[in-house]
T-cell receptor
Framework: GIQVEQSPPDLILQEGANSTLRCNFS?????LQWFHQNPWGQLINLFY???GTKQNGRLSATTVATERYSLLYISSSQTTDSGVYFC???????????FGKGTKLSVKP | DAGVTQSPTHLIKTRGQQVTLRCSPI?????VSWYQQVLGQGPQFIFQ???????GRGNFPDRFSARQFPNYSSELNVNALLLGDSALYLC????????????FGQGTRLTVV
């Protein structure tokens, strides 16, 4: 199966700073999603982005499918952005998502 | 519209017991998948069902089983519970299979003592 590597594993920011999270895949994927896991464990959908660029408010994401990586940009970070960010990809006939280990983001006031 | 709903939210069981977790997908979604997340790790795939048929199975022992009902809701059963089964169990639904966007429920936190 595919391997998903996320970097950095931990990130500490001051409120208002910008950040870039990266996700590398060992093979091409047909589905790629970014999630934010809240303190209660629920995975919140951020982007469904097998390729291209999308933006939603202060968040944007870019997937370069041919290079097998995706980037999540967070601008003007807020304390409510704290939590764990996961990327996940899928390929093959099953389509089940393979998750990375996540990036733990802490935004300090 | 209601999102993916899971029940119960928390559960404490004793080693050796059996447990059933339930999931209702978003209305109109026909695919349901189950994932296990242990502390500090990303979710791991357990099962996927589409149109009431099993379409995929992850690397989990036969103690884990699941099914999907005609209304597309799903149950995950775990027999002979071990301490290592303690985890957050997540259910996801999508409109299609295999590559539709997946939406997750709030999870069931299972503690085995």
């Amino acid at each position: 199966g595919i391997q998903v590597e996320q970097s950095p594993p931990d990130l500490i920011l001051q409120e208002g700073a910008n950040s870039t999270l990266r996700c590398n895949f060992s093979d091409s994927v047909n589905n790629l999603q970014w999630f934010h896991q809240n303190p209660w464990g629920q995975l919140i959908n951020l982007f469904y982005i097998p390729s291209g660029t999308k933006q939603n408010g202060r968040l944007s994401a870019t997937t370069v499918a041919t290079e097998r990586y995706s980037l999540l940009y967070i601008s003007s970070s807020q304390t409510t952005d704290s939590g764990v960010y996961f990327c996940a990809g899928a390929r093959g006939s099953q389509g089940n998502l393979i998750f990375g280990k996540g990036t733990k983001l802490s935004v300090k006031p | 519209d209601a999102g993916v709903t899971q029940s119960p939210t928390h559960l404490i069981k004793t080693r050796g017991q059996q447990v059933t977790l339930r999931c209702s997908p978003i209305s109109g979604h026909k695919s349901v998948s189950w994932y296990q997340q242990v502390l500090g790790q990303g979710p791991q795939f357990i099962f996927q069902y589409y149109e009431k048929e099993e379409r995929g199975r992850g690397n989990f022992p036969d103690r884990f089983s699941a099914r999907q009902f005609p209304n597309y809701s799903s149950e995950l059963n775990v027999n002979a519970l071990l301490l290592g089964d303690s985890a957050l169990y997540l259910c996801a639904s999508s409109v299609t299979q295999p590559f539709g966007e997946a939406f997750f429920g709030q999870g069931t936190r299972l503690t085995v003592v």
